[in-house]
Nanobody, 121 residues
Framework: QVQLVESGGGLVQPGGSLRLSCAAS????????MGWYRQAPGKQRELVAE???????NYAESVKGRIAISRDNAQNTVYLQMNSLKPEDTAVYYC???????????????WGQGTQVTVSS
């Protein structure tokens, strides 16, 4: 069983900052990519940023220069530092990880429960 637990969401004014954290726990042999997605009301879930186990990153165009993803492989944790937040960043943010639970299993995609980020004055 693999669990992803997110924290760090909340209400912030435009131009403000938030840092999201997501810790993976349970039966984990290895983790490949970890990432953050978001879903605003009435919209599809979209990729915000992802990072491989080697540290390569990929960002949505809309967040480049404002948001940074990082991970601590020893702690199975991924972070999302969000700066210069805009009202259009308001969404539920979901953590995702491709986890190989045991040596004999393939990597599978796991999701956190989501954390609300609201950018409003």
């Amino acid at each position: 069983q693999v669990q992803l637990v997110e924290s760090g969401g909340g209400l912030v004014q435009p131009g403000g900052s938030l840092r999201l954290s997501c810790a993976a726990s349970g039966t984990i042999f290895s983790i490949n990519a970890m990432g953050w997605y978001r879903q605003a009301p009435g919209k599809q879930r979209e990729l915000v940023a992802e990072v491989t186990s080697a540290g390569s990153t990929n960002y949505a165009e809309s967040v480049k220069g404002r948001i940074a993803i990082s991970r601590d492989n020893a702690q199975n944790t991924v972070y999302l530092q969000m700066n210069s937040l805009k009202p259009e960043d308001t969404a539920v943010y979901y953590c995702n990880a491709w986890v190989k639970p045991t040596l004999w299993e393939a990597h599978s995609s796991y999701w956190g429960q989501g954390t609300q980020v609201t950018v409003s004055s």
